[in-house]
Nanobody, 117 residues
Framework: QVQLVDSGGGLVQPGGSLRLSCVASGITFRLYTMGWYRQVPGKQRELVATITRGGLTNYADSVKGRFIIFRDNAKNTVYLQMNSLKPEDTAVYYC???????????WGQGTQVTVSS
């Protein structure tokens, strides 16, 4: 059974930092492209960042230079380091695991990030 467990969200002031974690089980983690997405009520889920199994990263323009995605294959974990947070970063953040060339596509349960003074 595949499971992605997101954690690390919370309330932070503008300019602050948070680190999200996603622990995967039931998949061969090192083979998967991992990603973080976010969603606010009434809007579509949007890409935040992805990291391929080879370590190539991709970021949404809105987070470039502030967020860093990285992975630890030994721990089956992907992280999102979020710095210089802004109120517009407020959303539920979801972890995703996808395997190229297959229909394998899995989601975490989401973790709430709120940026407010």
């Amino acid at each position: 059974q595949v499971q992605l467990v997101d954690s690390g969200g919370g309330l932070v002031q503008p300019g602050g930092s948070l680190r999200l974690s996603c622990v995967a089980s039931g998949i061969t983690f090192r083979l998967y492209t991992m990603g973080w997405y976010r969603q606010v009520p009434g809007k579509q889920r949007e890409l935040v960042a992805t990291i391929t199994r080879g370590g190539l990263t991709n970021y949404a323009d809105s987070v470039k230079g502030r967020f860093i995605i990285f992975r630890d294959n030994a721990k089956n974990t992907v992280y999102l380091q979020m710095n210089s947070l802004k109120p517009e970063d407020t959303a539920v953040y979801y972890c995703n695991a996808g395997l190229a060339g297959t229909n394998a596509d899995y989601w975490g349960q989401g973790t709430q990030v709120t940026v407010s003074s």
